[in-house]
């Protein structure tokens, strides 16, 4: 996967005026869009090999970066569980958001966010 191949820079996007939440960055973190799914039993190695796509990006991303502030463990965290969700939403056969928003990952982009109005704030 070609990570971040057609996003802008971090900065850019924190001075725009819209209100949003940041997407789930930890594993353990609540679902913000829908109620709980079965567990995939290929969960654990869609994230295995989410995490090993992710190591070759080293530790710092430049266009992550804004003064003192690096967001690449954001961004590394909230891919993992995109694709975490996004299997158990295939597993359960109810493709939704968390689809969506792997594919968006797949181009190139980070979905980092979602307005109150539920648009996708992206990168």
Known sequence: MSWL?????ISDLLKQDDEWE??????????????QFARSPK????????LKSLRRLGESIPNLVDGPNDYTNAFKGAALY?????????????????????????????????????RIIVL
């Open 82 to 118: 995109t694709f975490k969700m996004a299997a158990r939403e295939l597993f359960n056969k109810t493709p939704g958001k968390w689809v969506e928003l792997a594919s968006i990952y797949e181009s190139g982009k980070w979905p980092l966010g979602i307005t109150q109005s539920g």
């Open 22 to 35: 940041w997407l789930p960055t930890s594993r353990d973190s609540i679902d913000p869009f829908c109620c």
């Open 43 to 50: 969960e654990s190695d869609v994230y295995k090999a989410t």
């Open 5 to 9: 191949s057609h996003s802008g820079v």
